[in-house]
Every structure is written in C-alpha cells, then in structure tokens.
C-alpha cells in the first residue's frame, strides 16, 4: 500500500516544536494523513507529541521520520516509505535570534539549504501546494504597519535566513512552477513553547526569580498559536499558489513587553517590580512588528479569535501543569 492514497497526505517539518506540533494535531484533527520531518534539535520537545494532552488517534495517520530538512536523502527515505505526498507544509527553522547570531551556520543549513531541498521534493511529488511558514520578523525594519506588499527588511540572522529562502523559493514558483503559498505570522504564544518570554517569564516567577527585560520598549502583536495553526492550515487549503498572506491578531493583542510580564504578574498573583531587571538590548532590537491581517480574514476566510488578556490564563495554567 502507498502510503497517501486518500489524496490528503501532509509532510509536516519540525513537528515537535512548538507550532509544529499544534499543526500536527490540528492536521490529524481534520483527518489529514501526516509525514512528520524532525530532527529533535532547538526547540522540540518529545513530549510535544507524546504527552497525556494528546488525544487524537493518531496512530495509523501519523508516519515520523528523524531526519534532518537539509539531508539530500531525505527524498530518499520518503521513497522508502513509499509514499505519496499532496502538501508540504515548510514549518521547520532554526528560530532563536539570539542564538542566531553565534550559529549562523546551522541556522543557513535548515533555514536556506533545507528550504530548497524540499522545494525540490515537492517537484518531484507534483504537490498541490507548498506551504512556507514565514514570519513577520522580514518586514522588521518598515516604519508603516506591515501587509504583504511590504518590502523585506531583516534585521538579524533568523530573519535574514527565513528572507532568503522566501526569495529562493519564489524562484522555484517562477521558474518550476512549485505551487507555493506563504505565510507571515505574528509573534506567537500558548502551550508547547520554549525559551521565550512567555514561558521564561512563569518559569522565573515561579522560581521567585528575576525576569531580564531589555531597556528600550518594544511592542509585539501576541498571536495564539491554535490560531496560527489554523491561518497556516487555511493557506494551504484555500490559499492561491503565489500569494502571501498575513497572519496578524487584532490590535488589542499588541502589547509592550513590560505590560505583557505585568499581565503575567497580575494573574499570578504577584508584584511586577518583584520580578523584572532591566538588561542591555539585543543586538539590532525589532521595536515593533505592527502587521495588518485584512488579507487573511477576507480571503481565507480566517478568524484569529484568540485574546491575550483572557488566553494568558490558560498559558499559564499549561506551563504550570495545573
Ligand atoms: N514562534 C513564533 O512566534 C513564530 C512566528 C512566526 C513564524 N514562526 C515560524 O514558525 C515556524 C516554527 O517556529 P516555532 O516557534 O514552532 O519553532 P520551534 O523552535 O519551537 O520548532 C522548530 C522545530 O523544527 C525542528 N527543526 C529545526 N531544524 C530542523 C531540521 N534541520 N530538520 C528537521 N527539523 C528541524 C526543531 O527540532 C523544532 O522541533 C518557524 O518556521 C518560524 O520561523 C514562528
């Protein structure tokens, strides 16, 4: 039997990670046959798919393979498994702008060389749709509130990756015909995340410890990842091969960083000036990615219905196991 003969098989990257693994079970939710591309690296967690939480059957619709994007047998180990591939949904990437800084070269093997080499799988799958899972962090260098016309403008190594594989991948459409659809996301939040300001926020609180908060304010738009999920499971299904689309929250969820962990604070209880030390700036500080999602909503018919004020509670909850 060839696996993906109900014509709705997705190879999914970077599944165990934190959007990954919300589009992993929103994608076996709808009933969709999932080939999962992981390399347990930065990021991923084997609970991510394994945990208690996890209830969707997934068993006979979910095939892992431990494999890295970038690795040119990756074709190879597909045909393996002899399968028959309808989307790929291109959401693995090397993600910490810190660390971007000091690891380039990983970061330009997964965020470039991998995005190619499954451009040139999904050539050789005739696939319906490419999806690439890109961020709003490209455009972080325009003054005006970003939309998808606005011109790319990275200010770090993570963003400067994710641009570049864009431009290559438009090429791929250009010149192959690759049918590919992109997405921009907004700064995300819930659970299954790592490291970052959410999660490292509850973690310090919880251990009665200080949370670092870089001086100069900066604000960013916070979108629920089950939204997320569902902006990039939309594009692929009723996106146009060769357009982009915005996947921004309504502006009430635009937060500076210090009312976020005030918010943090206040739900659990405790007194913000407790638990924050202002620190240096990163290096090439984004001050704000204000994006606009007019696109989304009207033609992929997408509701991000998620709030910040209320979600966070549930967040916290999440992290704190209660
Ligand atoms: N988190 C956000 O706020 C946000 C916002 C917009 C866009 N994005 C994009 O969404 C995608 C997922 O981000 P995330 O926050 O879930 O990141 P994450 O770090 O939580 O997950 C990334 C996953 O990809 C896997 N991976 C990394 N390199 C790989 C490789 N070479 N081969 C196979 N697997 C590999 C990691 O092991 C990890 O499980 C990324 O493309 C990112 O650019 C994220």
Request: charged share 25%; aromatic share 10%; hydrophobic share 35%.
């Amino acid at each position: 039997m060839t696996i993906g003969e109900n014509m709705n098989t997705v190879l999914l990257t970077g599944f165990a990670g934190f959007i990954g693994s919300q589009l992993l079970r929103d994608l076996l939710g709808k009933g969709y046959t999932v080939i999962g591309v992981e390399n347990m690296s930065e990021g991923s967690d084997k609970n991510n798919f394994s945990d208690q939480e996890y209830d969707v059957e997934y068993g006979e619709n979910f095939y892992p393979i431990l494999a890295d994007i970038s690795d040119p047998k990756l074709f190879d180990y597909l045909e393996a498994l002899s399968v028959k591939i309808d989307y790929i949904i291109s959401n693995a990437a090397q993600s910490h702008v810190d660390r971007s800084w000091g690891q380039y070269e990983t970061f330009i093997k997964t965020n470039i060389t991998g995005q190619v080499n499954l451009a040139e799988i999904a050539l050789k799958h005739k696939v319906k749709k490419f999806v690439y899972v890109n961020t709003d962090e490209v455009f972080a260098g325009s003054p005006q509130p970003f939309n998808e016309d606005t011109v790319f403008s990275p200010k770090n190594i993570y963003s400067s990756t994710k641009a570049s594989a864009d431009m290559l991948l438009l090429n791929y459409l250009e010149a192959f015909k690759l049918p590919l659809v992109i997405t921009h996301g907004a700064n995300s939040y819930g659970p299954r995340q790592k490291e970052k300001i959410i999660p490292l926020s509850i973690e310090k609180i919880t251990k009665g410890e200080r949370i670092p908060l870089y001086k100069t304010p900066a604000q960013r738009m916070y979108l629920h990842v089950s939204d997320h999920s569902e902006g990039i499971i939309l594009a692929m299904e009723k996106g146009v091969v060769g357009e982009r689309y915005c996947l921004a929250p309504s502006m009430e969820n635009e937060l500076y960083t210090h009312e976020l962990i005030e918010l943090i604070c206040k739900k659990m209880g405790k007194k913000y000036s407790d638990f924050v030390d202002e620190v240096e700036d990163r290096l090439n500080y984004d001050l704000r990615y204000w994006m606009e999602n007019k696109k989304a909503v009207k033609e992929l018919g997408w509701n991000p219905s998620k709030n910040i004020e209320e979600e966070i509670e549930s967040t916290i909850k999440w992290y704190r196991g209660v």
